[in-house]
């Protein structure tokens, strides 16, 4: 257990930091996905609906640099696509292998207001995906375990996750366009009160004119 809380650990930090990488270079980043041309959004999918899937897992991440990346609107579409196909290719996972987490030892540990639903019931897939860490993990367990029809366990994981990252998808392209706004600030304050900071900017403008193309 405790070598995946590490690993969980590790997961958010890597995940968190290359979403502020494609905070920070978003010109960057949104050349590069042009360059994928129409495989641009199936491969973000994708790559969400792997992530959110997995046991254990983190997407808070991805769902911001999807904001980031194709805008709030078509950000929260790929986001909650990705949902879905997690939500099926996760309960399959899990139907296809029960032993991947103690689950009676999990549902004992739930908090007392998460136990009054009965175990498997809508209710009770909601609110233990309220849960942070586990809560998603522990849901899809048991919606596999007790043979949820796969449609109720989507469903239910949508109602709870779609909102949150839709929210995190807009919240990444507000604050993109803040960091941005910023640098741009202080780009244009730096040239109006430091001229020694206008004169480099200025050479290095010159050198690149007259660089030769080869």
């Known amino acids: 257990m405790l070598f995946r809380r590490l690993i969980g650990i590790l997961l958010l930090v890597a995940s968190f930091a290359l979403a502020a990488l494609v905070i920070r270079d978003k010109p960057w980043v949104e050349h590069e996905i042009r360059t994928l041309g129409p495989f641009a959004y199936p ?42 196909l997690a939500g099926m290719f996760g309960y399959w996972i899990n139907l296809h292998a ?6 009676d030892r999990a549902l004992e540990r739930l908090p007392k207001w998460a136990k009054r639903f009965p175990v498997g019931s809508p209710g009770f897939l909601i609110s233990v995906r309220i849960i942070p860490g586990l809560g998603g993990t522990i849901a899809t367990a048991t919606a596999a375990a007790m043979r949820v029809p796969m449609w109720i366990h989507v469903l239910c994981m949508c109602v709870v996750a779609v909102p949150i ?50």
């Open 43 to 84: 491969l973000a999918i994708a790559v969400f609906a792997l992530v959110a899937s997995a046991p254990f897992s983190v997407t808070d991440a991805l769902a911001i640099m999807n904001g980031v990346i194709f805008g709030p609107v078509r950000g929260s579409l790929v986001n909650a696509v990705g949902l879905v």
């Open 165 to 214: 990252c839709t929210a995190l998808a807009i919240g990444g392209d507000r604050v993109t366009a803040f960091v941005h706004m910023q640098e741009r600030r202080a780009g244009d304050y730096m040239h109006r009160h430091h001229p020694r900071f206008q004169m480099r900017s200025f050479f290095v403008h010159l050198h690149k004119t007259e660089t030769p193309k080869p």
């Open 98 to 103: 029960t032993r991947l987490m103690d689950l």
